[in-house]
T-cell receptor, first 113, second 113 residues
Framework: SQKIEQNSEALNIQEGKTATLTCNYT??????LQWYRQDPGRGPVFLLLIRENEKEKRKERLKVTFDTTLKQSLFHITASQPADSATYLCAPASGSSASKIIFGSGTRLSIRP | ETGVTQSPTHLIKTRGQQVTLRCSSQ?????VSWYQQALGQGPQFIFQYYREEENGRGNFPPRFSGLQFPNYSSELNVNALELDDSALYLCASTLSQGHYGYTFGSGTRLTVV
């Protein structure tokens, strides 16, 4: 069955450093992959989408890579700030007409001042 | 644009009862997905509606059903509630089946006692 794995342990990073979160998937080949941020008690917020023919995508301090050979995506936050503290969810999707996105369990990121 | 609105925000039901959760999609979005999120877990896909037709379903029993209306608003119905149905229920809307990211509501917190 399709499986998504994210860092199960919380990630604690010093402010100003780069945070790197990992997403590995097995048993399928997503046409694109999305990353979301979720704060406690709130719905996820869409951050970035990267397609299978794109190796890297950037948005302000965020960078996402997508390696379809390794079946892995990396999510980087540069110059991290305490306000970046949240849970980050990886969501690969199929490209079919019945597309659905499947979420990983998320990685909790904590940026300490 | 107004975003995704869900109602109610909180709900307490008794085991065996039925519940209806409502979602108003973001203006212009024709695709709605529903997710169940248990504490500490990623959102689990229940089903997706595209132009009023169900076009994808996750691993949930038939007592979970839904509707999408001509204005693209949606309902999630759960019959014969079980204690394990206690969770945050999230509605997400998008244009063109998710190729541009999903907009999530803040969710309905359902507690079954």
């Amino acid at each position: 069955s399709q499986k998504i794995e994210q860092n199960s342990e919380a990630l604690n990073i010093q402010e100003g450093k780069t945070a790197t979160l990992t997403c590995n998937y097995t048993n399928y080949s997503p046409a694109y992959l999305q990353w979301y941020r979720q704060d406690p008690g709130r719905g996820p917020v869409f951050l970035l989408l990267i397609r299978e023919n794109e190796k890297e995508k950037r948005k302000e301090r965020l960078k996402v890579t997508f390696d379809t050979t390794l079946k892995q995506s990396l999510f980087h936050i540069t110059a991290s700030q305490p306000a970046d503290s949240a849970t980050y969810l990886c969501a690969p999707a199929s490209g079919s007409s019945a597309s659905k996105i499947i979420f990983g369990s998320g990685t909790r990121l904590s940026i300490r001042p | 644009e107004t975003g995704v609105t869900q109602s109610p925000t909180h709900l307490i039901k008794t085991r065996g009862q039925q519940v209806t959760l409502r979602c108003s999609s973001q203006s212009g979005h024709n695709t709605v997905s529903w997710y169940q999120q248990a504490l500490g877990q990623g959102p689990q896909f229940i089903f997706q509606y595209y132009r009023e037709e169900e076009n994808g379903r996750g691993n949930f029993p038939p007592r979970f059903s839904g509707l999408q209306f001509p204005n693209y608003s949606s309902e999630l119905n759960v019959n014969a509630l079980e204690l394990d149905d206690s969770a945050l229920y999230l509605c997400a809307s998008t244009l063109s089946q998710g190729h541009y990211g999903y907009t999530f509501g803040s969710g309905t917190r359902l507690t079954v006692v």
